[in-house]
């Protein structure tokens, strides 16, 4: 049986706390329908989305994971403003931005681990990355308002990867952790 699958980083719950303060503000401000609004428990750092993956694929996915975290070192994300793919005039996905604190080693983790992944047959998105936690998206014509609205500045560790299971259902999509790959500490040096 194929599961549906992506690469993702999750958030310590008094993040998650944090933008459930945000989401209930951004609800206020723009509380049309054609929003939908993620649960923040739910909210995640996607590396990539893989698709429905056999008992085959699921192996060969988890083999790199495992030897990409220990390539990589733990680090931490800040937040930053609100945005929207295209544009908040007429968007189709809210995000709050972030990026790495100390230099761009995520961003290299999440190509290489993409090459990699291509390397064993996936078709991986190849427009650049740029770490963002989906907030909303958009089913309808709508202007976004983010006027008036507190914006947290989050600090967010990143010590490890997971490989999740997205299951989809009637009332919005379930993840389940598949396996947890733990990124390498600043303090282990590599051999």
């Known amino acids: 049986m194929k599961k549906r699958v992506f690469i993702a980083i999750n958030l310590a719950p008094a ?43 699921l192996n060969q996915t988890k083999i790199i994971l495992k030897k990409s975290a220990k390539d990589y070192g733990a680090t931490e994300l800040a937040t930053g403003q609100i945005g929207a793919f295209p544009d908040l005039k007429k968007p189709r996905v809210i995000f709050l931005s972030s990026r790495e604190v100390n230099g761009e080693g995520l961003i290299n983790f999440q190509k290489k681990l993409g090459q990699n992944l291509e390397k064993i047959g996936f078709d991986v998105d190849h427009r650049p990355w740029h770490p963002h936690l989906t907030l909303a998206r958009i089913v309808g014509p709508c202007e976004f308002k983010t006027d ?39 303090y282990e040096f590599m051999d």
């Open 15 to 57: 993040v998650k706390e944090e933008l459930a303060i945000l989401l209930s503000q951004l609800k206020k401000i723009n509380p049309q329908p054609v929003v939908r609004y993620v649960k923040a428990k739910s909210i995640h750092l996607t590396l990539h989305f893989l698709g429905y993956l056999d008992e085959q694929q």
């Open 148 to 186: 008036q609205l507190k914006i947290p500045k989050l600090e967010i560790p990143v010590n490890s990867i997971e490989l999740m299971e997205s299951q989809l259902k009637p009332f919005g999509a379930e993840y389940k952790i598949i396996e947890n790959y733990t990124l390498r500490s600043n």
